[in-house]
């Protein structure tokens, strides 16, 4: 019953998105009401009026190369955690859960600034740049967790092996993390492509646009045209959707196994 509810309240809004989105073109009134006919010209229109194309590539760019640093840079950094008696190793991980508890809006005028002195404003370097180090506590605390909790018999019968630990960790433990890894690749993923603050702020004085971007075409000062607004968030919303579809099984599986080992 729980899951039906809660199911219900996050469909019912997008059957209300994709209702306005086939309803007459140019349409400044919020309402949702079913149109005589459905006007799916409205997502060719949309495509060519906010260059969807260009703005869903550069999306991609940015979404899959931030999502690749994270899985490469927090993989070694967890099992770095997990594993290693590192001096200060707790502090040091505190200091990267402290980046999952400020607030992205704290950070991003600083970053901007920063990054404009040594010439990364403006540009995609500089966007995936942020998005990696805002992405990198959640993927340390994320890959962390994992190898803290994966048997230490099979570490240990790798060293009596004579593997050292670059050995252990790509053909021991990175097999058995899968579905964490694949979690985290989804999370990172969504949460790059959705990020509007980053992209809106480093980009602010370039020609670059990420999809969610480009919807502010259709957000005008007095007057919104929702049918179009609404048909730009389908296609923005239709890669993520896709990921999500093809690795739902080991995002799941990912999900619950960290659960039912914390």
Not at 61 to 90: C, D, E, Q
Not at 105 to 112: D, G, Q, R, V
Not at 173 to 181: D, E, G, N, V, Y
Not at 187 to 199: G, M, R
Request: aromatic content about 10%; charged content about 10%; some cysteine.
């Amino acid at each position: 019953m729980v899951v039906t509810c809660a199911a219900a309240l996050a469909v019912v809004p997008l059957i209300g998105v994709v209702i306005m989105a086939l309803g007459e073109p140019d349409t400044q009134d919020s309402t949702i009401r079913l149109s005589d006919s459905f006007h799916f010209g409205n997502f060719k229109a949309v495509w060519d009026l906010a260059d969807m194309g260009t703005a869903l590539a550069t999306s991609f760019k940015v979404s899959i190369t931030a999502t690749l640093l994270t899985l490469l840079l927090s993989v070694p950094a967890g099992y770095a955690l997990a594993r290693f008696k590192l001096p200060l190793s707790n502090v040091l991980f505190f200091i990267l859960l402290a980046g999952l508890m400020l607030p992205n809006e704290s950070l991003i005028i600083p970053l901007f600034f920063d990054f404009r002195e040594v010439g990364l404003a403006d540009n995609l370097i500089g966007v995936v740049l942020v998005e990696t180090a805002l992405g990198l506590p959640f993927g340390c605390f994320w890959m962390r967790t994992f190898f803290r909790d994966a048997p230490h018999e099979i570490t240990d019968a790798g060293r009596v092996d004579g593997a050292n630990s670059f050995v252990i960790l790509v053909r021991l433990l990175l097999p058995m993390a899968m579905p964490q890894l694949l979690a985290l690749i989804v999370l990172s993923f969504v949460w790059t492509w959705n990020d509007l603050l980053v992209p809106l702020v480093m980009l602010s004085g370039g020609r670059e646009m990420t999809a969610p971007m480009s919807l502010a075409i259709f957000q005008g000062q007095y007057t919104t045209d929702y049918t179009y607004l609404s048909a730009g968030a389908i296609l923005t919303a239709l890669p993520v959707i896709a990921v999500y579809l093809v690795l739902q099984r080991s995002f799941a599986h990912g999900i619950t196994s960290g659960a039912m080992k914390g």
